[in-house]
């Protein structure tokens, strides 16, 4: 074990966006989506970490596979 995380915010890595070059997730709320600049943390397989930007319980678009 490298290094053991607890309590974090995280989402599927389907939902990372770059906007201009930096991390975001497109947010869904009131019927619309908005792009929404985040800082990430730690990445694991298939999930990443959201340091700031969100708060839990935000809804975001996943990317068709």
Do not use: M
């Not at 869904?28 to 700031?52: C, H, K, L, M, R």
């Not at 708060?55 to 990317?63: E, H, K």
Request: charge should be positive; include cysteine.
């Amino acid at each position: 074990v490298y290094k053991q995380l607890q309590q974090i915010k995280t989402l599927p890595l389907q939902a990372l966006r770059y906007c201009k070059g930096k991390p975001c997730v497109n947010s869904y709320a009131d019927g619309t989506s908005q792009a929404i600049p985040i800082e990430i943390g730690a990445v694991g397989n298939n999930w990443f970490e959201v340091v700031s930007g969100l708060q839990v319980g935000d809804r975001v678009q996943l990317a068709a596979q």
